[in-house]
């Protein structure tokens, strides 16, 4: 959420961005001391919530004037030269001003606080109207129209599949969301001009996937959606580590069942969504032998390169541990190269969100071959692979230019 602070007052300032700091990572603030310089941000930057004292210079240096921000909050209502914002709360330490101001603050949008500094009254009140502006429900009134994070990163497990992101992080800072109980880091790779997020629900399946994806694009606003972690590759078409790039996902267990000849018999029906198609060509380019260089494959295979495979992976409600499945959804789609829970929930959040849409993608890594020798030996391995890909992707700027 983009907030603009128009006051003179640094203290207030001060205890104003406190508040917002609770909710890290969700906001972004910019601070004016006067009208001359509101003016020019609200002509330029479409902003969720302005919080103007009634008060103010119309430069610095100057002495406040009495219902000067009330006067402003008039223009921008009346004046097509500036970005309305979706929300404004007014602040006020006089009883008179607030009185006389209310009328111009009674809008759907608008809304008045009284000022007091021997009371902590009007933080909470403040607190309360940016808890509800961020929450669900509420995003209608939020105009999207910046990214604030270059990449979100999330994964369906804290362990393996999230560890393996957080060991190979330069620098961490876990964001505590009230009332969520996803776990939330804010991260860097080594470039610290790079906003990147890494997140879980620890938990497994495309509802959790898609509901974890819609939260970070409503809170995060990434630019690039990406999921890492594990899944299960085609036997005869990777090895234990191998990467896997969805380039495109769908539900498997779409589709109906019918009755033939006394048998049941299902019958699939699905829809698949694609990657961007520059993305795909893209992610085509040979990746260099360093980056897997690390690596040495685990198992009676030798030490033989890590290899990135582009192509259908299919995604289920249930672990596959069972040959005939697999074949079954090998007869959908011939090309098929890994069968998982969560890419193509994610990939659904991402194609309908209502919210600034981020390009995605999905990258897991092999750890079993969905049949009955399934274990869990290979699991740390292919995280740590996958997050090496991915950290690929971000660090060498292999897809950042990609919406430009």
């Known amino acids: ?74 223009r921008i209502k009346n004046n097509e030269k500036f970005l309305e914002p979706s929300y404004v ?29 021997s009371s902590e009254q009007w933080k909470d009140n403040l607190r309360r109207k940016i808890e ?64 990147i997020l890494l997140a879980t629900n620890d938990t497994m399946g495309m509802i959790a996937s898609s509901h974890l994806s819609e939260k970070v694009i409503q809170s995060f606003r990434p630019r690039f959606l990406l999921m890492g972690g594990i899944a299960a590759g085609i036997e005869g078409r990777s090895n234990f580590g191998d990467v896997l790039v969805a380039n495109t996902s769908w539900n498997y267990e779409s589709g109906k069942y019918i009755e033939s000849n006394g048998k049941s018999l299902f019958e699939p029906s699905f829809k698949q969504i694609n990657i961007n198609v520059n993305l795909e060509k893209i992610l085509k380019k040979e990746v260099p032998d360093e980056i897997f260089s690390s690596f040495q494959r685990w198992g009676d295979k030798g030490h033989s390169k890590v290899s ?23 007869s959908s789609e011939r090309k098929l190269i890994g069968v998982e829970m969560e890419i193509f929930g994610m990939y659904y959040s991402a194609t309908n969100s209502s919210d600034l849409k ?10 079993d071959y969905a049949n009955n020798k399934k274990s869990d030996d290979f699991q740390e391995y292919a995280a740590k692979t996958s997050a090496a890909y991915i950290k690929y992707l971000i660090c060498d700027n292999v897809i950042s230019d990609l919406n430009n």
């Not at 995605?360 to 750890?367: E, Q």
């Open 1 to 74: 959420m983009k907030v603009l602070i128009v006051e003179d007052d640094s203290s207030k300032v001060t205890e104003i961005s406190k508040i917002l700091r609770e909710f890290e990572g969700r906001i972004d603030e910019d601070v004016v001391l006067d009208i001359k310089n509101a003016t020019e941000k609200l002509q330029k930057n479409k902003y969720d919530l302005l919080i103007l004292d009634i008060n103010l210079p119309n430069r610095l240096g100057e002495a406040p004037i009495e219902g000067n921000g009330a006067s402003l909050l008039d």
């Open 89 to 117: 709360v007014g602040l006020t330490a006089y009883e008179d001003e607030w009185r006389n101001s209310d009328d111009i603050f009674k809008s759907n949008f608008t809304e008045l606080i009284r000022y007091d500094i």
């Open 132 to 195: 509800r502006f961020l929450s669900k429900e509420n995003t209608i009134f939020f105009h999207r129209e910046e990214y604030n994070y270059d990449y979100a990163i999330i994964t369906a497990l804290r362990n393996p599949e999230l560890e393996a992101f957080l060991k190979i992080c330069t620098e961490r800072e876990e964001i505590n969301i009230p009332g969520d109980p996803a776990s939330y880091f804010k991260v860097s790779f080594g470039d610290k001009n790079q906003k």
């Open 308 to 330: 990135v495979k582009l192509g259908p992976i299919a995604s289920g409600s249930s672990v596959v541990s069972d040959t005939k499945i697999t074949e079954r959804i090998k």
């Open 358 to 367: 981020p390009t995605f993608l999905a990258a897991k890594s092999v750890c």
